[in-house]
């Protein structure tokens, strides 16, 4: 590793059971991009290549609740790694939309998609594809979170300004901006 | 038998695996695609007003969140049986282009530009966006900027830019107003500069990506898209059509619950993606795709100058339609600029600044279909409601539904083509995703996937030895 990339923060960020709204919403942050690609490597996301969930990781943002057994796997891993966890957006922060299936029982969720709304070779997969939990879960359910940005998604300029605030070594103060919804 | 398997696929919207079973020589025998994922939106909204349907859809997607807002806006109306406003239809059309604009430049800047600049085999570190912004800044800051033009469309219009609401059962909540309208316009000119800008480039480039143009899912399918008595691109309004892959029509005008007679739905064991297939052919030989590639083979004209030139030439790539899926890339290109300039029309319609903008009415039927052409191809929301106007049952029929059987089918041939199990390489991988990513899948919209398990791609040898061993 280039000592170059020693100095730049190490950021990671994850999605599990949501829409990819609040990537996109990171996304629209537009040319601070290029900005951040100074300051940052980030070394995992669904927007790059890695493939392992890496160790000593600064900040991560997820994205989405908990739903199956990988995602469950997946959080407690990440903690592990992580110094600073931000649970981003309401599905993160709340359950939100993934979890209106939980007053369902999941035999009936799974009936409504892989029987009702199937033409032929009705069956419920599962082979090679996770478990869905039967309860959905926010994040804070399963490990300690350290920041909370609400928002369905969370502003561009929330989700830089705590980027920006973590890499200076500050907890953002978020109660002002952020609101949950809209 | 040996199992490669590539877990998660990266740079594409939610999360998939693929698994590649090779012979006892090394040799690919199959190989499949898998979506791990389902978050049960058909059970989901049971109960709720159908009202309610257009904000709670959008959080199917938030690349494509307008795209849904919009299909299951026309369900209701289909459901209040209004005919909506021609102002709002046309604002509902801006959105719709300003979604397929912001989406296809995500798809193309963000997502598979790292492939083509910095190299399918180049080093994975780097192979991303950030990369790109690194080595070659120019052209990311035009990708940024086209798609921050589309979502500042979405923004002005809708409110905000991911799950903006503004469009309603009926039409829009209210109208637009001038200075919107001119700030959009004024935005114009330089988004059409990039979108042609990136077009020539891209053009540039097609050579000396031969191989992936040979391999990249390209064989003969039949193609679906929407259609109009026009026979210009239609992504709002008309009915859906298939076409076989010489370009003759195999079915035509399908509206409302049609499409339940010519759409069949599979279920797989082993993804929780169902496989959409043409019924009157079954499963097997039922292969059809989607998307921008099946949208410019149906039209015959854009119907917009520049895109009518661009379209003109693009034709001239092969004699009947085009086939191969690594041109999903181009065709995404063409009908970025199509949209851009469709957008201009509309605006400087004067009728688009019209007051009547939202038809009102109680349920008046019990179902209700919405169909449209959302970036990634057909989509369409399909709901019953009790005679208090809640949900029932919905069903949604989806892009990359449609893709499943061309996506898995393409899988195996560009693993055929590049994986040689002897050694493996990054690079042979990569393009296993490169040919998903062509067609710029969208899993949350119809399933969701969680499975990020680490990447350890394992060759085996016949008792179960490791030859050769990939980690990332």
Request: aromatic residues 6%; negative net charge; glycine residues 6%.
């Given at each position: 590793?280039t000592k170059a990339?020693t100095?730049k923060?190490?950021?990671a ?5 949501g ?11 537009d040319?601070r ?13 669904p927007l790059?290549?890695?493939?392992d969930?890496?160790?000593?990781v600064?900040v991560?943002l ?5 739903s199956?057994d ?6 407690k891993l ?13 599905c993160?922060?709340?359950g939100n ?10 035999a009936e969720v ?5 029987h009702e709304?199937?033409t032929?070779?009705r ?7 996770p ?6 879960m926010?994040?804070h359910?399963v490990?300690?979170v350290d920041?909370?940005?609400p928002g369905?998604p969370?502003?561009?300029d929330?989700?830089?300004?705590a980027i ?12 002002l901006?952020?609101r949950f919804?809209? | 038998?040996?199992t490669i398997?590539i877990?998660?696929?990266?740079r594409?919207?939610g999360h998939?695996?693929v698994?590649i ?7 690919v ?14 059970k989901l909204?049971?109960?709720r007003?159908f009202?309610e349907m257009?904000?709670l859809m959008?959080?199917?997607c938030g ?7 919009l299909?299951?806006?026309k369900a209701?109306d289909d459901?209040?049986a209004?005919?909506?406003p ?10 719709n282009?300003a ?11 963000y997502l598979?530009a790292?492939?083509?600049?910095l190299?399918?085999d180049?080093?994975?570190?780097e ?11 120019q052209?990311?800051?035009?990708g ?13 219009l ?7 609401g503004?469009i ?11 200075e919107?309208?001119d700030?959009?316009l004024?935005?114009i000119?330089?988004?059409i500069r ?5 077009l020539?480039w891209f053009k540039?480039?097609?050579e000396?990506f031969r191989a992936?143009v040979?391999?990249?899912?390209n064989?003969?399918t039949?193609?679906?898209a ?6 210009e691109?239609?992504?709002y309004n008309g ?7 010489n370009l003759n029509?195999v079915?035509?005008?399908i509206t409302?619950?049609d499409y339940m ?10 993804s929780?993606l169902?496989t ?10 039922g292969i059809?795709?989607?998307?921008p590639?099946?949208?410019?083979n ?12 661009e379209?003109?030439?693009f034709?001239?790539?092969?004699r009947?339609s085009v ?7 181009y065709a995404?290109?063409i009908?970025?600029?199509?949209s851009?300039?469709r957008m201009?029309?509309l605006l400087n ?9 939202r ?5 008046n ?5 919405g169909i449209?052409?959302?970036?990634r191809g057909?989509?369409i929301?399909?709901?019953r409601?009790d005679?208090?106007g809640l ?23 560009v ?13 042979m991988?990569n393009r ?14 119809s399933t969701?996937a969680?499975g ?8 085996l040898?016949v008792?179960?030895e490791?030859v050769d061993?990939?980690?990332?």
């Amino acid at each position: 590793m280039t000592k170059a990339k020693t100095t730049k923060a190490r950021i990671a960020t994850v999605w599990l059971d949501g829409c990819s709204g609040c990537h996109m919403s990171l996304l629209d942050i537009d040319e601070r991009l290029i900005l951040l690609a100074d300051k940052i490597d980030l070394v995992y996301s669904p927007l790059v290549d890695a493939k392992d969930f890496p160790e000593n990781v600064d900040v991560t943002l997820v994205e989405g609740s908990i739903s199956t057994d990988e995602d469950l796997h997946k959080i407690k891993l990440i903690r592990k790694n992580t110094k600073v966890l931000l649970s981003l957006g309401d599905c993160a922060v709340t359950g939100n939309i993934p979890s209106m299936r939980t007053v369902f029982p999941l035999a009936e969720v799974m009936d409504r998609v892989y029987h009702e709304n199937a033409t032929i070779n009705r069956q419920v997969p599962t082979k090679v594809v996770p478990t869905l939990l039967e309860r959905v879960m926010p994040l804070h359910e399963v490990v300690d979170v350290d920041v909370y940005l609400p928002g369905c998604p969370p502003s561009a300029d929330n989700i830089f300004m705590a980027i920006s605030e973590l890499l200076e070594g500050r907890m953002p103060e978020l109660t002002l901006t952020a609101r949950f919804g809209a | 038998m040996p199992t490669i398997t590539i877990d998660p696929i990266t740079r594409i919207e939610g999360h998939s695996k693929v698994t590649i079973q090779l012979d006892d020589q090394g040799d690919v025998q199959s190989a499949r695609f898998h979506v791990t994922q389902v978050r049960g939106f058909e059970k989901l909204c049971e109960g709720r007003p159908f009202t309610e349907m257009p904000a709670l859809m959008a959080r199917i997607c938030g690349i494509c969140p307008t795209s849904h807002l919009l299909a299951s806006s026309k369900a209701c109306d289909d459901i209040m049986a209004v005919h909506i406003p021609e102002t709002a239809e046309k604002l509902r059309r801006i959105m719709n282009l300003a979604q397929i604009t912001q989406s296809h430049a995500l798809s193309f800047f963000y997502l598979s530009a790292p492939d083509f600049l910095l190299g399918m085999d180049s080093d994975p570190e780097e192979r991303n966006i950030l990369g790109v912004v690194r080595k070659f800044p120019q052209m990311a800051r035009d990708g940024i900027k086209l798609r921050q033009f589309g979502q500042r469309v979405l923004e002005t219009l809708g409110g905000k830019r991911v799950h903006p609401g503004w469009i309603v059962p009926g039409g829009v909540s209210h109208p637009l107003q001038a200075e919107q309208r001119d700030a959009i316009l004024a935005e114009i000119p330089e988004a059409i500069r990039i979108t042609r800008s990136a077009l020539r480039w891209f053009k540039g480039q097609i050579e000396s990506f031969r191989a992936e143009v040979r391999a990249f899912a390209n064989f003969p399918t039949m193609f679906l898209a929407m259609a109009n008595d026009t026979n210009e691109f239609s992504a709002y309004n008309g009915w859906l059509r298939f076409i076989d892959a010489n370009l003759n029509i195999v079915a035509d005008h399908i509206t409302g619950t049609d499409y339940m007679n010519y759409i069949g739905e599979s279920c797989n064991d082993d993804s929780y993606l169902k496989t959409t297939y043409f019924k009157p052919l079954g499963p097997q030989d039922g292969i059809y795709r989607v998307g921008p590639l099946a949208r410019l083979n149906m039209c015959q004209s854009a119907g917009t100058p520049q895109a009518d030139e661009e379209l003109a030439e693009f034709r001239e790539l092969e004699r009947h339609s085009v086939l191969s899926s690594f041109y999903y890339h181009y065709a995404r290109l063409i009908e970025i600029l199509f949209s851009i300039e469709r957008m201009q029309t509309l605006l400087n319609d004067p009728e688009i600044l019209g007051k009547n903008v939202r038809a009102h009415a109680s349920p008046n039927n019990f179902e209700g279909v919405g169909i449209l052409e959302a970036p990634r191809g057909t989509l369409i929301h399909h709901y019953r409601i009790d005679q208090n106007g809640l949900i029932e049952t919905a069903n949604m029929v989806i892009a990359t539904g449609h893709n499943n059987l061309a996506i898995n089918r393409g899988v195996l041939q560009v693993a055929r083509q590049f994986v040689k199990g002897k050694k493996l390489e990054q690079g042979m991988l990569n393009r296993v995703e490169a040919v998903i990513r062509a067609f710029d899948p969208c899993l949350s919209c119809s399933t969701h996937a969680a499975g990020e398990m680490p990447l350890d791609i394992q060759l085996l040898s016949v008792d179960g030895e490791i030859v050769d061993r990939v980690r990332r």
